[in-house]
């Protein structure tokens, strides 16, 4: 997971609207070529021969100038030095590599072993591609990353909408105390996809840079509350105890999840320590959480305190105001709060179960 969140911060440093991929689409237009290493140390140094000290603020033009020349520049990670050029990189040649071309193959093995980002532009191909540790990524054309984004988002758009129905239908069901393995399985199954969706256009909008602002927004639209939705199904419905750590275990399980295996309820269930294919139809009992976190100006502690109280949502639903009261830090205003909260939700969510 470390080296894909490296992987997309450099993507940001490289995307449209910076320097150094203004400097980029000058090699590109000019078919010369390069090959450029971001950082520099101990690792670097000792697989550097010749070359020339520049140690100059980095500029677009410069870049393309100096990719004249034979040899490879070298940047500081900030993108704001040039320190070398015209460097002969010499990495470890047993450092198994699948690239052909002299250039792209240094690129591959500098990066793998340095662990530092390594871009080459090819001069025949006419591509940008980037190198970091095992991964490999070609920089394409905006219009074509539009295009890719657009069809995402039409995606993104029809998941949302199927994920906000089963999510009403569970909380109907939650009222009526008629939950099963299979309904909670659903509802996170569709967080997930949603998810995954929007993690895959995020890195549309890094490789965007500063014309993926609209996508962005979109994006923000679209996914509002998805995150913590994840954790308060989970937290509804995870045996045991409520421990952080515990939550966040099996969130990373689900997160784990083969692409190929979400479509899968019974393996959604397994993940979430909740049942399997052989149990979805057994019953479940929310806690509560899912339901009070749309009660407005109700602090989380207020909530922990309530749900350790009652224990599970039905025997919530059925206290009184004075039964709320008796939980520390709940006062008659904000019983009061609570208990129409609940009886407007329950209320609703039964009419857009049947009407």
Do not use: C, W
Not at 56 to 62: K, Y
Not at 313 to 326: I, M, W
Request: glycine share 8%; net charge negative; aromatic share 2%.
């Amino acid at each position: 997971m470390a080296a894909k969140n490296d992987l997309r911060s450099t993507l940001a440093t490289v995307a449209p609207g910076t320097d150094l991929r203004e400097g980029l689409e000058r090699i590109l237009r000019g078919r010369t070529g390069a090959l450029i290493v971001v950082g520099q140390d101990s690792l670097v140094d000792s697989i550097s021969s010749g070359g020339f000290v520049l140690d100059v603020p980095f500029t677009a033009t410069g870049l393309r100038e100096l990719a004249k020349m034979d040899g490879a520049i070298i940047v500081d990670a900030g993108i704001e030095r040039i320190l070398r050029a015209g460097v002969h990189l010499m990495p470890d040649p047993t450092i198994r590599t699948e690239e052909t071309g002299t250039r792209h193959r240094t690129a591959d093995r500098v990066a793998r072993q340095t662990g530092l980002p390594v871009i080459s532009v090819s001069a025949s191909m006419h591509i940008i591609a980037l190198y970091l540790d095992e991964h490999r990524h070609v920089m394409e054309d905006a219009g074509a990353i539009i295009g890719r984004a657009n069809q995402a988002i039409a995606t993104l758009e029809r998941y949302r909408h199927r994920l906000d129905e089963v999510t009403e239908a569970l909380s109907a069901l939650e009222i009526e105390d008629l939950v099963t393995v299979r309904d909670v399985a659903a509802v996170a199954q569709r967080l997930e996809m949603v998810s995954r969706i929007a993690a895959e256009i995020e890195t549309y909008v890094l490789e965007l840079g500063t014309d993926g602002r609209l996508l962005a927004l979109q994006l923000e639209e679209l996914i509002g509350g998805v995150d913590s939705d994840r954790e308060l199904l989970v937290r509804d419905y995870m045996p045991g105890g409520r421990r952080r750590r515990t939550v966040e275990s099996l969130l990373a399980d689900l997160a784990a999840i083969d692409s190929s295996a979400l479509v899968e309820l019974g393996v959604m269930a397994q993940a979430m320590r909740i049942g399997a294919d052989t149990s979805l139809d057994s019953p479940l009992a929310p806690r509560g959480y899912r339901l009070l976190s749309r009660i407005p100006r109700l602090p989380g502690t207020v909530v922990e305190r309530i749900i350790t109280h009652f224990g599970t949502l039905q025997k919530l639903l059925g206290a009184s105001v004075d039964d709320l009261q008796a939980v520390d830090g709940v006062g008659e205003l904000r019983a009061r709060g609570v208990r129409e909260g609940l009886s407007r939700l329950a209320e609703s969510s039964i009419l857009e179960r049947y009407v």
